[in-house]
């Protein structure tokens, strides 16, 4: 009997989603999430005098105690989960949610609350009016600051505590 041991890539997704269809559906909601699966397969085969047996293992991930621990995947906020203080600076973390032509992406796509999608689109935009996100901006803005009229034209500093106070508004108009 021989045992022979072998780490391949799960493709089972990839393959499933070809056949099914709607990609937009399947593929990125899950593309923004905070912890990845490993994908890693251990494949056992046993061969035997007239008999081959070939198993498939799911291999536990070596980094599985530095991810994100979230009780219910399907409901819950990934930046509720990990309880960020995201500003208008943080232009990396912002880029995740935008499409390559600068616009947010819709909240079916990014999973995220409520709260946060509106959160998150008021930050883009600061990011976006103070110039911090030259190269993620939708087409119609005016990139070049010679070309922007009146007090647009000059630099923009923003403060987060502006954010909160829009949402108190909102809070005692909407009654949430």
């Known amino acids: 009997m021989a045992l022979r041991i072998i780490n391949i890539r799960n493709l089972s997704p990839l393959l499933n989603i070809s056949r099914t269809g709607p990609i937009i559906n399947e593929i990125l909601p899950k593309c923004i999430s905070t ?3 490993n994908f890693l397969k251990e494949i056992i085969v046993n061969e035997s005098e007239k008999l081959t047996t ?4 799911y291999v536990t991930s070596a980094r599985s105690q530095y991810l994100i621990n ?3 995947e399907n409901t819950t906020c990934p930046l509720t989960a990990l309880n ?6 943080d232009v990396l973390i912002l880029s995740q949610f935008l499409r390559d032509d ?4 819709p909240r079916r796509v990014t ?3 409520l709260y ?9 935009a600061m990011a976006q009016k103070s110039g911090l996100m030259p190269n993620l901006t939708p087409s119609n803005s005016k990139k070049d600051p010679r070309k922007r009229f009146g007090s647009r034209k000059y630099n923009r500093y923003f403060d987060e505590k502006t954010l909160d106070a829009w ?10």
């Open 116 to 124: 946060w999608q509106r959160r998150v689109a008021y930050l883009v």
């Open 70 to 72: 979230i009780q219910d």
């Open 111 to 113: 999973g995220l609350s």
């Open 54 to 57: 070939v198993e498939g293992n």
């Open 35 to 37: 912890s990845i699966p």
């Open 84 to 89: 960020l203080d995201i500003k208008h600076t």
């Open 102 to 105: 600068g616009c947010m992406l």
């Open 167 to 176: 949402e108190e508004l909102d809070r005692r108009k909407y009654g949430n």
